[in-house]
């Protein structure tokens, strides 16, 4: 695919850029009002001033914006440009509330780009001495980063075709059974659902409001943000038990859960990605009990835990940091996080999907040298029969995933750290997922090329390599002919 340079790009490329760009910043303007009516509640006039004026400037702005233009229909290349493009000035608007809370610039883009991708690694050591609608806003960008604000713009597109290119572009790949818009709206209640679930389940552990939401807003999303500085461990076991269950919900994909709340349990449950996503879980603490019980370590709560915010790529942690654990159950946790969680859901890295791919297909080889010459082997999971270049596309992708994992870690290990802090943080923060062996000081007073690498590898692992690289080249390859 060829992305034309900017200056390339025809009046009605432009526009038609222009029109999805607003569509989207001005729903993310509506969102902003939700952490200024927190701030208002808390009264913290200052929040109030500065989450009232960017959610009035992006929904007024973008509101006429769009009202201005003609609605058109787009292609591939002008949703994947509009996407990065609208991701990139979210990020930036999201860091601005840290910013004018002396925040450096570093680590407050560092904070936005944790938040929406909903990796949940913070430059923030203590949260809850932030403002309340501040603390508030850093889950809220994980909990609508969980969805996307693209999934939320689509509830109102009226254009079939532009909408089923937004949607592919966001890297969404929940079956055309019905339209876009109807698959957005669904994903969309499904999370309020679980939402409102999450909160209530927390308040009866004892949680405040406040917490039990902000919880709910980060487990959910398998984002990982903690309102305190000792993480959601502070709130007891039976907090972390509901915590365990909203991972759990969040790294399923949306379709399965239709299925789930449909009342289509055996379905549900023998979907073959459903069900490795808790082979994997199972076996992953399994595991880890084997090395718990090797070093005689009583910390099975905290290795189970940890297996499903591994896996989830949720990255919230319990009051046992992560060193605390032997080194094959940190191993365990590297491969969990570069596994992930299922297609479609709110987690990020490879996903179960590629991997259930990558074994077919070496299933594929070892049969084709068994049978006959000429045997027809195919790549089948589940009842889906897949395509040549849908696994070659799995393939590689996982490719260049761990190519700019290894690629990462040596730069970390360039700056002193050692080869597993190195492969896990790295791991972590492309995975989206948020847990860290790196504390204190060696964390928070981290170079700052180190925190930008960091927020390179969630931007990627949020937007998925393959898209990023394409428009990369598009942009590149005018420079390349001078």
């Avoid at 004018?100 to 203590?126: C, Y």
């Avoid at 389940?201 to 500085?229: E, I, K, N, R």
Wanted: aromatic letters at 12%.
């Amino acid at each position: 695919m060829k992305l034309p340079w900017i200056s390339e790009l025809k009046l009605e490329d432009l526009l038609i850029l222009l029109q999805i760009i607003s569509n989207m910043l001005r729903v993310f303007g509506v969102l902003i009002i939700i952490p200024m009516l927190v701030a208002l509640f808390y009264g913290e006039t200052k929040f109030v001033i500065i989450f009232g004026l960017m959610a009035l400037v992006l929904t007024g702005v973008f509101t006429v914006v769009r009202r201005l233009l003609k609605a058109e229909t787009c292609e591939f290349r002008h949703a994947l440009v509009s996407i990065a493009a609208v991701w990139i000035v979210i990020w930036i608007i999201s860091a601005i509330p840290f910013v004018l809370h002396n925040i450096s610039w570093v680590d407050a883009l560092f904070e936005s780009i944790s938040g929406w991708s909903t990796t949940g690694l913070t430059m923030v050591p203590f949260p809850e001495q932030l403002p309340m609608s501040l603390n508030f806003w850093r889950a809220f960008t994980q909990w609508a980063g969980g969805f996307g604000v693209v999934v939320m713009a689509l509830m109102f597109y009226e254009n079939p075709k532009t909408a089923h290119e937004l949607f592919l572009a966001e890297g969404r790949n929940e079956d055309f059974y019905v339209s876009v818009t109807k698959i957005a709206r669904m994903i969309i209640g499904i999370y309020l659902i679980y939402t409102v679930l999450g909160t209530v389940l927390f308040l009866l552990t004892g949680m405040s409001f406040y917490d039990s939401v902000f919880h709910t807003f980060t487990s959910l999303a398998t984002g990982g943000f903690s309102s305190v500085s000792q993480g959601p461990g502070v709130f007891g076991i039976n907090a972390l038990v509901v915590m365990c269950l909203l991972m759990l919900l969040g790294g399923i994909g949306f379709v399965s859960h239709k299925d789930l709340l449909s009342g289509k349990i055996k379905k549900f449950f023998t979907n073959p990605e459903v069900a490795t996503y808790f082979l994997l879980t199972l076996g992953g603490f399994a595991l880890i009990a084997l090395d718990l019980i090797i070093f005689n370590k009583s910390l099975f709560f905290d290795g189970f835990f940890y297996a499903i915010s591994a896996i989830t790529t949720t990255g919230a942690n319990t009051l046992t940091a992560v060193n605390a654990l032997p080194s094959v159950s940190i191993v365990v946790l590297i491969l969990l996080m570069i596994a992930g969680s299922c297609y479609g859901s709110t987690g990020g890295a490879l996903k179960i999907w590629r991997i259930l791919i990558v074994i077919k297909v070496v299933r594929r080889g070892i049969l084709k040298a068994l049978l006959p010459k000429g045997a027809i082997v195919p790549i089948k999971i589940g009842d889906k029969v897949l395509k040549r270049e849908e696994a070659l596309g799995a393939l590689s992708y996982i490719c260049l995933y761990i190519f700019f994992l290894l690629a990462g870690s040596i730069i970390f290990m360039f700056y002193g750290f050692p080869v597993i802090e190195s492969v896990f943080t790295v791991a972590s923060a492309q995975g989206n997922v948020g847990l860290s062996m790196v504390s204190g000081d060696a964390w928070y007073l981290m170079a700052p090329v180190l925190k930008i690498l960091l927020s390179l590898h969630m931007l990627i692992g949020r937007m998925e390599i393959i898209p990023v690289l394409v428009l990369i080249r598009g942009f590149l390859s005018p420079i390349s002919r001078i």
